[in-house]
């Protein structure tokens, strides 16, 4: 289980201190939802609950909603700027 954690806290370290290029970015933040998906279904499956199942089912779902709409805004962003880095990027004025 501790592996999981690694995994996760790995991830948000690289997203703090390391976050030049969006499409890493994302990267990094699949690696968290994956991670995080491992512990669920690791955590949740040790029961014979089958409602376990059908809650990591939704919960990959909204993982690939996530993942469409960052490389939806990465395709956007491209498109009007013609770069794809993070540090140009201002939420205030975006």
């Known amino acids: 289980m501790s592996f999981f954690f690694f995994l ?3 991830s948000v370290f690289y997203v703090f201190y390391n976050s030049f290029h969006f499409l890493n970015v994302l990267l990094v933040f699949e690696l968290m939802v ?3 998906f491992i512990g669920l279904f690791y955590g949740l499956t040790i029961g014979t609950n089958s409602f376990s199942l059908y809650f990591c089912i939704i919960f ?3 993982a690939v909603c996530e993942s469409v ?3 939806s805004i990465l395709v956007g962003v491209s498109r009007f700027s013609g770069m794809y880095q993070t540090k140009p990027f201002s939420f205030l004025g975006f």
């Open 60 to 62: 990959l779902t909204l």
């Open 34 to 36: 994956v991670s995080i």
């Open 8 to 10: 996760f806290f790995l």
């Open 69 to 71: 709409l960052g490389l």
